[in-house]
């Protein structure tokens, strides 16, 4: 299947928001029914999948969220062959100058073109996806759908707390959560509103027209980044205000999951076993978790635009 897509009407539903599973179908088993009671219905939202191809399975895993408001389904296969053919076609269409130009992103070394030429880990595969999100949620727009909130996330996160509220969270800024951040920004999960999310979306227009070169030098370590940075210093150059909330999930999966980076490992903590992935990502959203059964107040879990340590004040 080269392109699978299928839209419904959307529900005119004032003020309703839309959560977008991006990325691939990782865990889908694992956590499907936790997404379903932990974020799509406690924020009564829709629903939309952009999701590259990854197995004859996937569409089987998408039918376990039938019983969700699914408004568009995305499901392509561009980044066979470490996005060669993607990147022909493109090619064709520049100058020789240009064409020298965008080659200088490959002089850069790290993650943050992961799964590009064989490239390890998933930045640019994120990248991509974001890009082709972007354009399927310009057709929804044009079809009539006014979302104002955007919670963008993937299948293989595990919510310990229910997501924060989203009248608790300022339409002007950026949300993201705690840790994960690597000196850029997490990029696991980032609540977006009409204001900001086309600037979320826009790291690979960005690389497209150029415009990236601008700024990407500036957050190198040595030559080297990864996509949590490229992700900050694109904000930071769309002017973006970022903010954050404890974060109250980790990364999980089975040891036959598929991965780009880390792999999956088990952890007895307090009599239950966890599965996965960032030891540090776990036990501090088994932290948070702890700290918000105790005070029951998403307000105390909000906190100012941060610095890349995380440290900050309450709103």
């Not at 179908?25 to 956590?31: G, H, I, K």
């Not at 949300?175 to 994960?180: A, H, K, Q, V």
């Not at 977006?192 to 415009?211: R, T």
């Amino acid at each position: 299947m080269d392109n699978m897509t299928s839209t419904k009407n959307v529900t005119e539903v004032e003020n309703r928001p839309v959560v977008i599973l991006v990325g691939t179908l990782r865990a889908v088993d694992l956590t499907y029914k936790n997404l379903i009671e932990k974020v799509i219905e406690p924020l009564n939202a829709d629903l939309i999948f952009c999701v590259s191809q990854m197995s004859s399975e996937d569409e089987a895993c998408i039918e376990k969220f039938r019983g969700c408001n699914i408004v568009d389904i995305c499901i392509y296969e561009d980044g066979k062959n470490g996005y060669q053919n993607f990147l022909d076609k493109f090619f064709h269409q520049l100058t020789p100058e240009k064409q020298r130009q965008w080659h200088k992103y490959f002089d850069i070394e790290g993650n943050w073109l992961g799964g590009l030429k064989g490239r390890r880990g998933s930045g640019f595969h994120l990248n991509f996806n974001y890009w082709q999100l972007f354009k399927r949620l310009q057709n929804l727009k044009k079809g009539g759908s006014d979302y104002q909130r955007f919670i963008i996330t993937r299948t293989d996160l595990f919510w310990l707390v229910e997501h924060p509220p989203l009248n608790l969270l300022e339409p002007k800024l950026l949300w993201i959560p705690t840790g994960e951040n690597y000196n850029g920004y997490n990029d696991r999960h980032a609540i977006c509103s009409d204001q900001n999310v086309a600037d979320y979306l826009s790291l690979f227009e960005f690389m497209l027209s150029l415009k990236a070169l601008v700024y990407i030098y500036n957050d190198l370590d040595g030559n080297n980044l990864n996509h949590e940075r490229h992700l900050k210093s694109h904000l930071d150059y769309c002017g973006v205000e970022v903010a954050r909330f404890k974060n109250v999930a980790y990364l999980t999966g089975d040891k036959q999951s598929t991965t780009n980076w880390a792999s999956v490992k088990t952890k007895l903590i307090e009599g239950k076993e966890y599965a996965y992935k960032y030891e540090e990502e776990l036990l501090s959203s088994l932290k948070h978790m702890k700290e918000f059964s105790f005070h029951k107040n998403w307000d105390m879990m909000l906190l100012e635009k941060t610095k890349e340590n995380d440290s900050s004040k309450k709103l």
